[in-house]
């Protein structure tokens, strides 16, 4: 019998709790256990490292003497998500897994990582601004549903109820 190639799924994440869940999630979904080897897709997890020029969002007097030191916060958080990233898969057992770190605008390095690996699937987590937050920031997730070229499956965490 022919082994077919394991379709990729993309999952991008930040430093945030709901990308965490996004991972978990799909992890608990996706790459259980019980399927071991046999899960259908391969594993991508991308994290999008801002700039630090776009992080500082100014340029002027004393900007270039502080741009080392926010690229150095930068890349330390970068390798806290993707390690907390890999503690999770292997809590999960999940192997055959590329941890990437790209910098630039999340929207675009998404959508980039799923043309480079020709995914099939893009996960995303909610961080479930409001409208105003959403329109002045943009969502990543909007932008990705309408821009990458595969299904985009947004995870959102349960509300909890009090």
Known sequence: MATLEKQVMVVGIDDSEHSTYGLEWTLDHFFTPSLGSNSLFKLVVVHAKPSASSAVGFAGPGAGEILPFVESDLKKTAARVVEKAKEICTSKSASDV?????????????????????????????????????????????YCAHHAHCTVMIVKRPKIKH
């Open 98 to 142: 590329i941890f990437e770190v790209v910098e630039g605008d999340a929207r675009n390095v998404l959508c980039e990582a799923v043309d480079k690996h020709h995914a099939s699937i893009l996960v995303v987590g909610n961080h479930g601004y409001g409208a105003i937050k959403r329109a002045v920031l943009g969502s990543v997730s909007d």
